[in-house]
């Protein structure tokens, strides 16, 4: 592994159902940060953690959950997707937390929910 | 509340040189970033602010003008390759980053 990588790469998902998107990182960063992108609107951070052990809320948390149990996995989970959740899905990284450090982005994951 | 504006698309020539201004209005500043997307890839890193003045690397130039919360990349020596949309970003007063919405880049033979 070199970087960040994010599984899977794009899915379709039916209403309702449970979803796990996964992100790694090898890089030994402390923070971690989970981004949706949608046409003609800017990067929304969905949630952040700052270091191992901790999570935090951004500008579009709800729907979605995340968790960090060790430093290198970020996972994102919707617990009951909806089609608004159709989207691009990026997981990024930075050696430094409160956003004063080049962010390294993963691949990401498009995600279609039906 | 907190804003980034850019302009939505640019088109340019090869080999000709392109300015992408961004303009914000933010509760606070820590630094001004600049991405590049290239269609279908994840943003990466091309510059960071955080105090006045212009800042070159290679074909890129990024500035910044705390006083009138304005900012432009330069892209001087266009290559195709260039064609990718431009992400500016600030960190606000809470360490948070606030993205624009990107300006897409266009370059014509």
């Known amino acids: 592994i070199a970087g960040i990588t994010q599984a899977p790469t794009s899915q379709i998902l039916a209403a309702g159902r449970r979803m796990t998107l996964r992100c790694t990182q090898d890089?030994?960063?402390?923070?971690m940060y989970w981004y949706r992108q949608d046409l003609g609107l800017g990067l929304r951070l969905i949630h952040y953690?700052?270091?191992?052990?901790?999570?935090g809320k951004g500008e579009v948390p709800d729907g979605y959950s995340v968790s960090r149990a060790n430093t290198d996995d970020f996972p994102l989970t919707l617990a009951s997707a909806v089609p608004s959740q159709t989207s691009v899905y990026f997981c990024?990284?930075?050696?430094?937390?409160?956003?004063?450090?080049?962010?390294?982005f993963g691949p990401g994951t498009r995600l279609t929910v039906l | 509340g907190q804003n980034i504006d850019q302009p939505t698309e640019m088109t340019a020539t090869e080999g000709a040189i392109v300015q992408i201004n961004c303009t914000y209005q933010?509760?606070?500043?820590?630094?001004l970033f600049w991405y590049q997307q290239h269609a279908g890839e994840a943003p990466t890193f091309l510059s960071y602010?955080?105090l006045d003045g212009l800042e070159e690397k290679g074909r890129f130039s990024s500035f910044l003008s705390r006083s009138k919360g304005y900012s432009y990349l330069l892209l001087k020596e266009l290559q195709m390759k260039d064609s990718a949309s431009y992400l500016c970003?600030?960190?606000?007063?809470?360490?948070?980053?606030?993205w624009g919405a990107g300006t897409k880049l266009i370059i014509k033979p």
């Open positions: 990024a990284s930075s050696d430094q937390d409160r956003a004063v450090d080049e962010q390294f």
């Open positions: 933010t509760s606070g500043f820590n630094g």
């Open positions: 970003a600030v960190t606000d007063s809470n360490y948070q980053l606030i």
């Open positions: 953690s700052n270091t191992a052990g901790t999570t």
């Open positions: 890089m030994r960063h402390n923070a």
């Open positions: 602010n955080v």
